[in-house]
Every structure is written in C-alpha cells, then in structure tokens.
C-alpha cells in the first residue's frame, strides 16, 4: 500500500528553556522530506547601535583554599579584540591563551604552557617501631 500526502502543517515542541516551531512540508511513505525549524526574530534596535564600540575588563582568581587560580582581561577598541586567559590544568601547569580578532586576520590565539613549579615526589617515611615497654 503506498499512502502519499500533503500536510502544511505546523507543531510546537517544547523543552525546559526553548520553544521550537517547525513547518512540515510534505509527508511521503511515512517519511518527513523536509522540516524547518521557524525561530522567532528579535527587533534591531538601531537608534542605539555604536558603530566605534570600546570596552575593557579583567578579572583574576587567587583561591589559595582550593588552589584555583585564573585570570582574564580583553579590551576591544572598535573591530579590534586582544587579551590573554590562563587557568591552572590537572597535571598542575598553566595553560596561557593569548588572542586577537580583527576583520583582516580573523580570529588568532598562541597557547602557550608553563610549569607552576618543580615537583618533588612524595617520599613514604616509615614510623618508628613501636617498642613495649611493661
């Protein structure tokens, strides 16, 4: 039995934090040919836009109780964007991320990675015998 139909049709599936709205084209056989997700279109306020924008921040955590260590700063000067992260890994280095975009050269970062310190390895010290005493 071949079943074919035409369905302009339109559902709405929703999930904790986004609603989806999909066209369904066509039906054929039991098979969806074709589905497009409809999402809504924010209006563009452009009595406010800033067509030379600036802006700077940083910021730098020092937690010695966990040892969480990391820092950030990014400045952008109209298309222009630099600035650096760093963040301490597992196996104990620094990793270091240095970036800059621009509309020429797109997006570009080095990393780079750094020992915190020299490890010593942990050395097993035995107790003193215990000795009886009456």
Same mark, same amino acid.
């Given at each position: ?12 599936? #929703?999930? +904790? ?10 039906? *054929? ?26 802006? +700077? ?7 010695? #109780? ?11 000067? @109209?298309?222009?964007? +630099? @600035? *650096? ?6 196996? @104990? ?42």
């Amino acid at each position: 039995i071949a079943v074919t139909c035409d369905v302009a049709a339109t559902f709405v599936q #929703l999930s +904790s934090k986004h609603k989806v709205t999909c066209n369904i084209l066509a039906i *054929s056989h039991s098979t969806i040919l074709a589905a497009q997700p409809v999402f809504p279109v924010a209006a563009v306020d452009t009595t406010n836009y800033d067509p030379h924008p600036q802006y +700077s921040y940083a910021y730098n955590v020092q937690d010695t #109780l966990t040892g969480d260590a990391k820092s950030q700063h990014e400045s952008r000067n @109209g298309d222009i964007v +630099s @600035g *650096s992260y760093s963040f301490i890994e597992a196996d @104990g280095t620094r990793r270091i991320v240095e970036y800059t975009a621009d509309p020429v050269n797109g997006f570009n970062a080095v990393v780079r990675r750094e020992p915190l310190a020299v490890v010593k390895p942990v050395v097993e010290v035995a107790p003193p015998p215990l000795v009886y005493q009456p």
